[in-house]
């Protein structure tokens, strides 16, 4: 079902966001827009539904205050997306120091949300797909998301990212190659 929001020009809800009387109804539409593209990039980094929406929450709380230095070289989404991605990120870090357990214990922990989460609907074979994802480095579990489940171009890419294409295509590369070697060890046991 298409958001009806997804109409309005980007300018137009800047516009609204930017000028006094109207700020709040200038961001309700740019959530409105945009929280349902930002909340499901972060689930794919974060996969805990509930954690998702703090770093949601936290990445619009982020905007809010500094949308007024949002200058426009890049597209809206750009920005937003670099925002969602810096907080999803940082919750991950964090949550990594949280739990100084072994690498083994987190992938067991990571391994149980997965088949927990509804997210994922019992699929054995995007449980495991999933599993392969969240064993990749942070820029190619990035670049694979964004190529993959966006369908995102590598120019588009780039300018949200701000690597070269070649990198890109590299990095989703090694990603796959990683991901197929997971799934193949996996199958093989």
Not at 115 to 122: I, L, P, Q
Request: aromatic share 12%.
């Amino acid at each position: 079902m298409k958001n009806p929001h997804d109409d309005i020009a980007d300018e137009r809800i800047l516009e609204l966001a930017l000028q006094e009387g109207h700020i709040e109804q200038g961001f309700r539409l740019l959530i409105e827009k945009y929280q349902e593209r930002l909340y499901w990039q972060i689930r794919r980094m974060v996969y805990v539904h509930d954690d998702a929406n703090d770093v949601l929450q936290n990445c619009f709380v982020k905007v809010y205050r500094n949308l007024h230095n949002f200058e426009g070289k890049s597209k809206l989404y750009t920005w937003l997306y670099r925002i969602a991605t810096n907080e999803a990120i940082t919750f991950l870090n964090k949550s990594r120091q949280k739990h100084t357990a072994s690498l083994d214990d987190e992938n067991r922990h990571l391994s149980n949300q997965l088949e927990a989460g509804s997210y994922f609907d019992a699929d054995s074979a995007q449980v495991l797909l999933q599993k392969a994802i969240a064993l990749l480095p942070n820029k190619q579990k990035q670049v694979f998301h964004l190529r993959y489940y966006d369908e995102m171009n590598y120019a588009d890419m780039s300018e949200l990212l701000g690597t070269s294409e070649g990198a890109l295509k590299a990095s989703f590369h090694h990603a796959v190659k990683k991901i197929e070697a997971y799934v193949k060890n996996v199958e093989t046991y």
